[in-house]
């Protein structure tokens, strides 16, 4: 048991990013959803995601074949050949993705306060949500994969590597098909949490409705996509990090005047 807890303080002190975005996750997700459902979603997504990598280290699906060098198995906590935090940081990206879908989705309304924000229970599991989230959340491995690939140059470490190098500097096209896969799996659970009645008071604990709540979400989304990005122009990754802004900022312009256009037609009416 020291052994275990150990492991897990050396996994906080060695990605103490990946818990601050989780904090993060965890803060907003129960203001959304309620501290309960939150909870059950954390659970059930790191599941799915570990299986996911557990499996394909053992026989390529659905990432295609690759494998997790355990330079740091003493340092930090590592579950049956998997790195506790790597698959912990798929909640987190799945519920992010999630609400700039919901965003991007939702009817929107002026507030007093001048943001805008009106979810439906149609809405939030759609299957327009559940396609547009998984296309984001594949378009975010798209900047944060192969940066972590060149983990060795920053403090992440070499964490993973690839038998043969893959055609997008150094990534296979496999694990990006592998993670719209695991993306539509993962929201449509989540999809699936965020209707479960509540049958319980802690399911809905803490949960909000306030101006401006809806960018909450979407604000963890670039906080991800703008540290990755960070971190491939300070690794000198120049072309790296150009192709990763060109990629988004076609959607980030779409997802933006769509936005505003949404609010001034509900404002005219």
């Known amino acids: 048991m020291e052994g275990f807890w150990g ?46 990598e557990f499996s394909s280290i053992h026989t390529g699906f659905p990432y295609g074949r690759y494998i997790y ?11 049956l050949g998997v790195p506790f935090m790597d698959s912990l940081s798929y909640v987190f990206l799945s519920y992010a993705s999630y609400t700039v879908a919901l965003l991007a989705l939702a009817p929107i309304r002026p507030t007093p306060s001048g943001f805008y924000g009106l979810e439906t229970d149609l809405g939030r599991c759609s299957v327009g949500t559940l396609i547009l989230a998984s ?26 590597g690839y038998p043969e190098p893959g055609v997008y ?44 709540q809806m960018l909450l979400g979407p604000a963890l989304y670039v906080a991800i996509l703008a540290f990755n990005l960070v971190v491939t122009f300070y690794i000198g990754e120049t072309l790296l990090g150009l192709v990763g802004c060109f990629i988004y900022i076609p959607m980030v312009t779409l997802l933006i005047v769509s936005f505003l256009n949404r609010g001034r037609s509900n404002a005219a009416r």
């Open 7 to 52: 492991l897990l303080f050396g996994t906080l002190g060695l990605r103490p990013y990946v818990f601050i975005f989780l904090a993060v996750y965890l803060v907003i997700a129960t203001w959304h959803l309620g501290w309960g459902r939150a909870l059950i979603y954390l659970i059930l997504g790191y599941m799915l995601a570990w299986g996911s």
């Open 135 to 160: 296309v984001l959340f594949v378009t975010l491995d798209v900047i944060i994969d192969p940066v972590a690939l060149r983990g060795y140059r920053w403090f992440l470490g070499q964490i993973y």
């Open 69 to 79: 060098i355990e330079a740091t198995r003493s340092q930090e906590l590592w579950v």
């Open 169 to 212: 500097f150094g990534i296979p096209l496999s694990n990006f098909l592998g993670w719209l896969v695991v993306g539509l799996v993962m929201i449509a659970v989540l999809q699936q949490v965020t209707r479960l009645p509540d049958w319980n008071r802690w399911l809905s604990w803490g949960k909000r409705n306030f101006a401006g």
